[in-house]
Nanobody, 124 residues
Framework: QVYLVESGGGLVQAGGSLSLSCAAS????????MGWFRQNPGKEREFVAA????????YLADSVKGRFTISRDNAKNTLYLRMNSLKPEDTAVYYC?????????????????WGQGTQVTVSA
């Protein structure tokens, strides 16, 4: 079992920045591919970014490329999402997720463990 807890969400104006963190506990964090997803009420969970166990490969959704950065610190068992140039359409609950496979994927059903989410609201 992997336990994930997100933090860092909040309210920010368009053009601003936020950094999200996801603290992991339980099984060895470095064994897991990690991802960030987001969701609004009544909508499908949307892929944002993913990173391999070593951090050597990252994968970003087209909608966030050039604005968001995913990273991890295996020594601290923590996943990060740096969000710059935020837009109102980035407003959502953001979730981190863990997958016990080597390959990154944008498919949310491929992730086995999820955090409870943190709200990000971007005002116009």
């Amino acid at each position: 079992q992997v336990y994930l807890v997100e933090s860092g969400g909040g309210l920010v104006q368009a053009g601003g920045s936020l950094s999200l963190s996801c603290a992991a506990s339980g099984r060895t964090f470095s064994n897991y591919t990690m991802g960030w997803f987001r969701q609004n009420p009544g909508k499908e969970r949307e892929f944002v970014a993913a990173i391999t166990w070593s951090g050597g490969v990252t994968y970003l959704a087209d909608s966030v490329k050039g604005r968001f950065t995913i990273s991890r610190d295996n020594a601290k068992n923590t996943l990060y999402l740096r969000m710059n140039s935020l837009k109102p359409e980035d407003t959502a609950v953001y979730y981190c997720a863990a997958r016990n496979r080597l390959v990154v994927t944008p498919v949310h059903t491929s992730y086995e463990y999820w955090g409870q989410g943190t709200q990000v609201t971007v005002s116009a």
